[in-house]
């Protein structure tokens, strides 16, 4: 979740101070790319690829909890 208010926060800036285009799929991908950076730092059964992190989520989560 703080992942997702991260992204949304930091492209907001980015737009009103920037004049930078507003991109959802961006704000999505960077998230996944966020959150799979940061649970695969922290927990060491965390050994699943980005792209698996994006393609099979549930069963990531599984392996780690």
Same mark, same amino acid.
């Given at each position: 979740?703080? %992942?997702? *208010? &991260?992204?949304? &926060?930091?492209?907001?800036?980015? =737009? $009103? =101070? !920037?004049?930078l $285009?507003?991109?959802?799929?961006? $704000?999505? /991908?960077? #998230?996944? *790319? !966020?959150? &799979? %950076? &940061?649970? #695969?730092?922290?927990?060491? @059964?965390? @050994? =699943?690829?980005c792209? /698996?992190w ?6 990531? *989560? !599984?392996? $780690?909890?």
């Open positions: 979740m703080v %992942a997702i *208010i &991260w992204n949304i &926060w930091t492209h907001g800036n980015n =737009f $009103v =101070f !920037k004049n $285009v507003l991109d959802v799929e961006e $704000v999505f /991908d960077l #998230t996944q *790319i !966020k959150t &799979w %950076a &940061w649970i #695969t730092n922290r927990h060491n @059964k965390a @050994k =699943f690829t792209s /698996d994006c393609m099979n989520l549930v069963l990531c *989560i !599984k392996l $780690v909890t």
